[in-house]
């Protein structure tokens, strides 16, 4: 992929301002992606690191995780890996008390493969469009 890769902590210093020095630089690039004059990506890594530290770290609720998370989406000229997984798991998470990188694979299963998920984790039960299976069911 052409571009330059974000780490998580851009996106953190423009969702959350948190930082008065690098907040400026982080704001003029997006306008520089947005404008097409510089090209860049993120990879799902990130955007599950992104969500963890929201959560954890910056303790935000997750209605505001799920409307910054739509503002990256929406983000003109930002490329984000696997976007289709993502916009689809935001909902899951907003929905349900799973985290995130469950609503991420039970998505990926979804819209990638055949909508069925081994594992022991009944979270995905609450999760629409997949199936959860034990592995012992398949012996």
Request: glycine share 4%; with cysteine; aromatic share 10%.
């Amino acid at each position: 992929m052409k571009g330059y890769l974000l780490d998580t902590n851009i996106f953190l210093r423009l969702l959350t301002e948190d930082d008065l020095q690098q907040t400026p630089a982080v704001k003029q690039l997006f306008t520089k992606i947005i404008e097409r004059k510089i090209q860049a990506y993120a990879t799902v890594a990130v955007v599950l690191e992104l969500v963890w530290t929201l959560e954890s770290y910056y303790e935000l609720e997750r209605s505001e995780i799920t409307s910054k998370l739509t503002l990256l989406l929406n983000t003109p000229n930002l490329v984000l890996e696997n976007e289709d997984v993502i916009e689809d798991a935001i909902e899951s998470y907003e929905a349900t008390k799973a985290d995130f990188a469950d609503c991420y694979n039970a998505s990926f299963a979804k819209l990638h493969g055949e909508g069925t998920v081994l594992s022991y984790d009944r979270h995905f039960d609450k999760l629409a469009g997949v199936k959860r299976t034990e592995p012992g069911s398949l012996l």
